[in-house]
Protein backbone atom coordinates (compact mmCIF):
# COMPACT_ATOMS: atom_id res chain seq x y z
CA UNK A 1 0.00 0.00 0.00
CA UNK A 2 1.48 3.74 -0.88
CA UNK A 3 0.97 6.32 1.66
CA UNK A 4 0.31 8.43 -0.23
CA UNK A 5 -2.16 6.77 -3.01
CA UNK A 6 -4.16 4.75 -0.43
CA UNK A 7 -4.45 2.09 -2.73
CA UNK A 8 -2.07 -1.02 -4.12
CA UNK A 9 1.60 -0.41 -5.42
CA UNK A 10 1.60 -1.02 -9.11
CA UNK A 11 -2.32 -0.96 -9.29
CA UNK A 12 -1.69 1.71 -11.87
CA UNK A 13 -4.19 3.60 -10.51
CA UNK A 14 -3.62 8.23 -10.86
CA UNK A 15 -2.63 9.35 -7.74
CA UNK A 16 -4.30 13.11 -6.07
CA UNK A 17 -0.84 15.29 -7.52
CA UNK A 18 -1.30 16.82 -4.18
CA UNK A 19 -0.62 14.02 -2.35
CA UNK A 20 2.81 14.39 -1.74
CA UNK A 21 2.68 17.84 -0.45
CA UNK A 22 -0.35 17.09 1.90
CA UNK A 23 1.45 13.76 3.26
CA UNK A 24 5.01 15.82 3.57
CA UNK A 25 2.56 18.94 5.92
CA UNK A 26 0.68 15.93 7.49
CA UNK A 27 4.34 14.66 8.97
CA UNK A 28 5.34 17.62 9.75
CA UNK A 29 2.41 18.59 11.85
CA UNK A 30 2.56 15.19 13.54
CA UNK A 31 6.34 15.60 14.56
CA UNK A 32 5.16 19.34 15.97
CA UNK A 33 2.88 17.85 18.32
CA UNK A 34 5.06 15.42 19.67
CA UNK A 35 7.46 17.70 19.97
CA UNK A 36 10.75 16.63 17.58
CA UNK A 37 12.37 18.80 15.29
CA UNK A 38 9.92 20.77 12.65
CA UNK A 39 12.12 19.52 9.77
CA UNK A 40 11.75 16.21 7.44
CA UNK A 41 15.05 14.34 6.98
CA UNK A 42 15.35 13.00 3.37
CA UNK A 43 17.99 10.03 2.24
CA UNK A 44 20.22 9.60 -0.82
CA UNK A 45 20.70 6.35 -1.68
CA UNK A 46 22.73 5.02 -4.84
CA UNK A 47 21.22 2.16 -6.27
CA UNK A 48 23.13 -1.10 -6.15
CA UNK A 49 25.76 0.30 -4.61
CA UNK A 50 27.40 -1.58 -3.26
CA UNK A 51 24.82 -3.96 -3.85
CA UNK A 52 20.95 -4.00 -3.90
CA UNK A 53 20.60 -6.19 -1.04
CA UNK A 54 22.78 -3.66 0.89
CA UNK A 55 20.80 -1.08 -0.34
CA UNK A 56 17.98 -2.85 1.36
CA UNK A 57 19.45 -2.82 5.16
CA UNK A 58 20.46 0.49 5.01
CA UNK A 59 17.26 2.01 3.77
CA UNK A 60 15.78 -0.28 6.31
CA UNK A 61 18.19 1.11 8.89
CA UNK A 62 17.30 4.65 7.56
CA UNK A 63 14.00 4.51 8.36
CA UNK A 64 14.14 2.58 11.65
CA UNK A 65 16.12 5.92 13.00
CA UNK A 66 13.38 8.55 11.59
CA UNK A 67 14.31 9.22 7.90
CA UNK A 68 10.84 10.63 6.18
CA UNK A 69 11.78 10.71 2.61
CA UNK A 70 14.49 8.42 0.43
CA UNK A 71 15.33 9.56 -3.22
CA UNK A 72 16.39 6.38 -4.79
CA UNK A 73 19.29 7.48 -7.65
CA UNK A 74 18.94 5.09 -10.64
CA UNK A 75 22.85 4.80 -11.75
CA UNK A 76 23.95 7.18 -14.54
CA UNK A 77 27.44 7.20 -16.24
CA UNK A 78 28.02 10.75 -16.25
CA UNK A 79 26.13 12.46 -13.00
CA UNK A 80 26.99 15.97 -13.71
CA UNK A 81 25.12 17.16 -10.66
CA UNK A 82 26.55 14.82 -8.18
CA UNK A 83 30.16 15.19 -6.79
CA UNK A 84 33.52 12.53 -6.40
CA UNK A 85 31.59 9.94 -3.67
CA UNK A 86 28.06 9.73 -5.21
CA UNK A 87 29.73 9.67 -8.69
CA UNK A 88 32.21 6.59 -7.65
CA UNK A 89 29.07 5.16 -6.32
CA UNK A 90 27.72 5.42 -9.80
CA UNK A 91 30.01 4.35 -11.78
CA UNK A 92 30.48 1.13 -8.83
CA UNK A 93 26.79 -0.03 -9.53
CA UNK A 94 27.34 0.62 -13.41
CA UNK A 95 30.27 -1.62 -13.60
CA UNK A 96 28.75 -4.20 -11.64
CA UNK A 97 25.92 -4.73 -14.59
CA UNK A 98 23.03 -2.52 -12.89
CA UNK A 99 20.60 -1.94 -15.32
CA UNK A 100 17.25 0.56 -14.90
CA UNK A 101 14.78 -2.90 -14.99
CA UNK A 102 16.53 -3.34 -11.37
CA UNK A 103 16.10 -0.06 -10.02
CA UNK A 104 11.98 0.21 -11.11
CA UNK A 105 11.49 -3.16 -9.48
CA UNK A 106 13.21 -1.97 -5.96
CA UNK A 107 11.04 1.21 -6.41
CA UNK A 108 7.72 -1.24 -5.92
CA UNK A 109 9.47 -3.16 -3.14
CA UNK A 110 10.51 -0.56 -1.38
CA UNK A 111 7.12 1.51 -1.52
CA UNK A 112 5.23 -1.58 -0.45
CA UNK A 113 7.43 -2.28 2.54
CA UNK A 114 7.67 1.08 4.23
CA UNK A 115 4.82 3.68 4.84
CA UNK A 116 7.34 7.23 3.18
CA UNK A 117 7.48 8.66 0.47
CA UNK A 118 10.17 7.07 -2.13
CA UNK A 119 11.38 9.33 -5.28
CA UNK A 120 13.41 8.58 -8.46
CA UNK A 121 16.20 10.48 -8.93
CA UNK A 122 18.43 10.45 -12.11
CA UNK A 123 19.45 11.96 -15.25
CA UNK A 124 17.00 12.82 -18.60
CA UNK A 125 19.07 10.29 -20.85
CA UNK A 126 17.32 7.68 -18.82
CA UNK A 127 13.99 8.99 -19.32
CA UNK A 128 14.75 9.82 -23.00
CA UNK A 129 15.49 6.31 -23.57
CA UNK A 130 12.94 4.55 -22.01
CA UNK A 131 10.56 6.82 -23.63
CA UNK A 132 9.74 10.05 -21.12
CA UNK A 133 5.95 8.86 -20.30
CA UNK A 134 6.48 5.15 -19.99
CA UNK A 135 9.06 6.32 -17.41
CA UNK A 136 6.51 8.22 -15.27
CA UNK A 137 3.58 6.95 -15.95
CA UNK A 138 5.38 3.32 -14.73
CA UNK A 139 6.92 5.39 -11.56
CA UNK A 140 3.54 6.58 -10.34
CA UNK A 141 2.41 2.37 -11.23
CA UNK A 142 5.09 1.34 -9.01
CA UNK A 143 4.35 3.55 -6.26
CA UNK A 144 6.75 6.25 -6.69
CA UNK A 145 5.92 9.58 -5.38
CA UNK A 146 8.08 11.83 -7.71
CA UNK A 147 11.30 12.39 -9.47
CA UNK A 148 14.14 14.35 -9.24
CA UNK A 149 15.80 14.83 -12.77
CA UNK A 150 18.56 17.91 -12.54
CA UNK A 151 19.64 18.31 -15.81
CA UNK A 152 16.74 18.90 -17.31
CA UNK A 153 15.59 22.83 -17.43
CA UNK A 154 12.45 24.35 -16.75
CA UNK A 155 11.68 25.56 -20.23
CA UNK A 156 12.40 21.96 -21.57
CA UNK A 157 10.52 20.13 -18.81
CA UNK A 158 6.81 21.15 -19.48
CA UNK A 159 5.37 17.64 -20.88
CA UNK A 160 7.11 15.65 -18.82
CA UNK A 161 5.08 17.70 -15.83
CA UNK A 162 2.23 17.38 -17.38
CA UNK A 163 2.28 13.99 -17.35
CA UNK A 164 3.36 14.04 -13.88
CA UNK A 165 0.26 15.68 -13.00
CA UNK A 166 -1.74 13.40 -14.87
CA UNK A 167 -0.29 10.01 -12.90
CA UNK A 168 -0.34 12.01 -9.62
CA UNK A 169 3.54 12.20 -8.89
CA UNK A 170 5.30 14.94 -8.69
CA UNK A 171 8.30 16.69 -10.74
CA UNK A 172 10.27 17.62 -8.32
CA UNK A 173 11.67 21.87 -9.03
CA UNK A 174 15.63 22.48 -8.32
CA UNK A 175 16.46 26.07 -7.17
CA UNK A 176 19.99 26.97 -7.33
CA UNK A 177 22.01 30.49 -5.53
CA UNK A 178 22.50 31.22 -8.95
CA UNK A 179 18.97 31.80 -10.28
CA UNK A 180 17.67 35.20 -10.39
CA UNK A 181 14.37 36.27 -8.54
CA UNK A 182 12.40 35.86 -11.73
CA UNK A 183 13.56 32.56 -12.47
CA UNK A 184 12.98 31.39 -8.74
CA UNK A 185 9.11 32.84 -9.33
CA UNK A 186 8.92 30.93 -12.75
CA UNK A 187 9.84 27.46 -11.30
CA UNK A 188 8.44 27.90 -7.62
CA UNK A 189 4.69 29.07 -9.50
CA UNK A 190 5.09 25.09 -11.12
CA UNK A 191 6.16 23.58 -8.18
CA UNK A 192 5.00 20.52 -6.94
CA UNK A 193 5.27 18.02 -3.59
CA UNK A 194 8.34 20.47 -2.47
CA UNK A 195 11.21 22.08 -4.31
CA UNK A 196 14.85 21.28 -3.89
CA UNK A 197 17.22 24.21 -3.11
CA UNK A 198 20.84 23.72 -3.91
CA UNK A 199 22.94 24.97 -0.74
CA UNK A 200 25.75 26.10 -3.07
CA UNK A 201 27.45 26.44 -6.18
CA UNK A 202 29.16 23.19 -7.81
CA UNK A 203 28.14 19.76 -7.27
CA UNK A 204 27.13 17.87 -3.89
CA UNK A 205 29.53 16.56 -1.21
CA UNK A 206 31.55 19.56 -0.67
CA UNK A 207 31.08 21.02 3.09
CA UNK A 208 28.60 23.85 2.84
CA UNK A 209 28.70 27.21 5.38
CA UNK A 210 25.34 27.73 6.05
CA UNK A 211 25.66 31.65 6.77
CA UNK A 212 23.65 34.64 6.06
CA UNK A 213 24.01 34.14 2.30
CA UNK A 214 22.24 30.64 2.57
CA UNK A 215 19.48 32.35 4.70
CA UNK A 216 19.33 35.02 2.21
CA UNK A 217 18.74 32.61 -0.87
CA UNK A 218 15.82 30.88 1.37
CA UNK A 219 14.33 33.32 2.10
CA UNK A 220 13.80 34.28 -1.96
CA UNK A 221 12.86 30.59 -2.38
CA UNK A 222 10.71 30.78 0.37
CA UNK A 223 9.06 34.48 -1.18
CA UNK A 224 9.26 32.32 -4.60
CA UNK A 225 6.67 29.56 -3.89
CA UNK A 226 4.00 28.22 -1.54
CA UNK A 227 5.22 24.39 -1.45
CA UNK A 228 7.99 23.11 1.11
CA UNK A 229 11.61 23.75 0.75
CA UNK A 230 14.13 21.25 0.98
CA UNK A 231 18.15 22.04 1.49
CA UNK A 232 20.48 19.94 0.18
CA UNK A 233 24.27 19.76 -1.08
CA UNK A 234 26.33 19.61 2.09
CA UNK A 235 24.17 18.99 5.17
CA UNK A 236 26.19 16.75 7.06
CA UNK A 237 25.70 17.20 11.04
CA UNK A 238 23.54 17.86 13.77
CA UNK A 239 23.95 21.41 14.07
CA UNK A 240 23.14 21.84 10.26
CA UNK A 241 19.85 20.10 10.67
CA UNK A 242 18.97 22.09 13.75
CA UNK A 243 20.40 25.90 11.80
CA UNK A 244 17.52 24.39 9.17
CA UNK A 245 14.91 23.83 11.07
CA UNK A 246 12.14 26.69 10.68
CA UNK A 247 14.13 27.73 7.50
CA UNK A 248 12.99 24.63 5.37
CA UNK A 249 10.66 22.22 5.87
CA UNK A 250 13.34 19.09 4.83
CA UNK A 251 16.81 19.08 4.95
CA UNK A 252 18.89 16.06 2.53
CA UNK A 253 21.50 14.08 3.30
CA UNK A 254 23.88 12.51 0.74
CA UNK A 255 27.25 12.15 0.19
CA UNK A 256 27.62 11.86 4.41
CA UNK A 257 25.65 8.81 4.20
CA UNK A 258 27.32 6.74 1.87
CA UNK A 259 30.84 7.94 4.00
CA UNK A 260 29.41 6.43 6.59
CA UNK A 261 28.66 3.69 5.03
CA UNK A 262 31.94 3.14 3.67
CA UNK A 263 33.17 3.65 6.89
CA UNK A 264 31.35 1.41 9.13
CA UNK A 265 28.86 -0.18 7.61
CA UNK A 266 24.81 -0.03 8.14
CA UNK A 267 25.59 0.56 11.79
CA UNK A 268 27.45 3.66 10.93
CA UNK A 269 24.48 5.03 8.27
CA UNK A 270 22.13 4.29 11.53
CA UNK A 271 24.56 6.25 13.89
CA UNK A 272 24.70 9.47 11.15
CA UNK A 273 20.60 9.33 10.90
CA UNK A 274 20.41 9.00 14.76
CA UNK A 275 22.48 11.91 15.70
CA UNK A 276 20.91 14.04 13.02
CA UNK A 277 17.50 13.75 15.28
CA UNK A 278 19.29 14.00 17.96
CA UNK A 279 19.31 10.90 19.74
Known amino acids: MSVLSGMPVGSGAALSPSRLEAGIRAVLESRRRVGSLPILLMSHLVLGYPSLEENRRVIE ?37 FRVEEGLAFLREMAACYPIPFLLMTYFNILHTRGVTPFLR ?46 LAAI ?68 AA ?10 AVGELFAGLRGG
Open 258 to 267: IEAHRVGGVV
Open 138 to 183: ETAALGGAGVIIPDLPLEEATAAMAVCREVGIDWIQLMTPTSPPAR
Open 61 to 97: MMVSRGVDLIELQIPFSEPIADGPVIAMANQAALDRG
Open 188 to 255: GDVAGGFCYCVARKGVTGQRTCFDQATDAFLASCRAATSVPLALGFGVRSADDVRVLAGKVEIAVVGT
